[in-house]
């Protein structure tokens, strides 16, 4: 009977001596990371939305965790390139994608579709999101979204609206909206908000359809005039400008969200501290303020949630993309 008891004591010492063993290397590796800068991929142009948001919140987390986080800028196919060296690339915590609403709708999008990213990412956090509005020629002979519907059923097709490109969120969100609406609008894609912005204020196109934050300068100048907000209150920056509810289509929203991904396969323990580190950024007043000043909000929030709403979204998009026959550029 002793012997018994001590060949168990002995079984069950090794035991937890082999479990603490396993635990202290991720414990040590959470604390003792990061050791190097950091790398945040962005699918987008500097100085775009997606850019502005990666520097604010990469600059809190510089503080907070003592070292560097260098923004990348990887524009191009729709922000699949960037999406695709982030999966690659070493599942270490090193290189972050800081994602758009592109990685749910791009899965449904482009076929085959190029990457899986509730198989291939892990959700990090999100960090906040900014409505998508829309907005006029200062020229155009109508200032509210009931007129727009008014001169688009006189003339089915005629108006033409600008989004950032094919299978972009503000053109997904104008899709939704025309066809709850009953109408038909003729799209025009750029490659990028800014050149759509600019063609707009030309007069070469009458609407478009962009996340607050791009529009905001041109409002400011007076050459845009922003007809609606697609947000569930109104915006902080346009206070003035009701919302697509207030508008006639309540329950109708569209916004850019935000939120950071890793490569499947990162170690739990680094997800765990990015997440807190993030959530931290989040309650600080410098990224709330910088938020708030392009019109947008943050969104605390788990890991899960995010997981949550990328699927959703997923779903979302799939049933849009098949049912309007959307096209990538």
């Known amino acids: 009977m002793v012997t018994f008891f001590s060949q168990t004591a002995s079984r069950l010492g090794l035991a937890c001596a082999l479990l603490v063993s396993a635990v202290l ?44 986080f260098i923004i990348e800028n990887k524009p191009g196919a729709g922000t699949n390139i960037a999406v695709k060296s982030v999966i690659a690339a070493a599942p270490d915590g090193y290189t972050l994608l800081l994602a758009a609403n592109a990685l749910a709708a791009n899965m449904a999008l482009y076929q085959p579709a190029p990457f899986d990213a ?35 059923k006189a003339k089915p097709g005629a108006l033409a609206y600008a989004t950032p490109g094919n299978g972009s969120t503000p053109h997904m969100a104008i899709e939704l909206f025309s066809r709850a609406a009953g109408i038909s609008l003729q799209h025009i894609a750029y490659r990028g908000g800014a050149p759509a912005i600019t063609d707009v204020i030309g007069g070469q196109v009458p609407l478009v359809a962009v996340n607050a934050l791009e529009a905001l300068p041109h409002v400011k100048s007076g050459k845009l005039k922003v007809l609606a907000v697609l947000s569930l209150s109104r915006s902080s920056i346009f206070p003035d400008v009701p919302t697509i509810a207030e508008s006639g ?16 396969g990162t170690p739990k323990p680094i997800l765990v501290r990015l997440h807190a580190e993030v959530q931290k950024a989040l309650q600080t007043p410098e990224v709330r303020e910088r938020m708030a000043s392009v019109g947008g909000e943050v969104l605390p929030g788990s890991a899960e949630q995010f997981g949550a709403l990328l699927h959703s979204e997923r779903q979302r998009y799939e049933k849009l993309v098949r049912e309007a026959n959307i096209k990538p550029d």
């Open 249 to 264: 289509f309540p329950g109708f929203e569209a916004s850019v969200w935000y939120g950071f991904v890793a490569p499947a």
């Open 118 to 152: 509730e198989r291939d990412l892990l959700p990090v956090s999100l960090v906040g999101r900014v409505p998508v509005v829309i907005a006029a020629n200062t020229a155009v002979p109508f200032s509210s979204v009931a007129k727009l519907i008014e001169a688009a």
């Open 25 to 68: 290397p991720l414990s040590a590796m959470a604390q003792s990371y990061p050791s190097k800068p950091v790398k945040i991929v962005v699918g987008y142009a500097a100085g775009g939305a997606v850019d502005i948001v990666a520097r604010t919140v990469g600059q809190s987390l510089s503080g907070s965790m003592g070292q560097p």
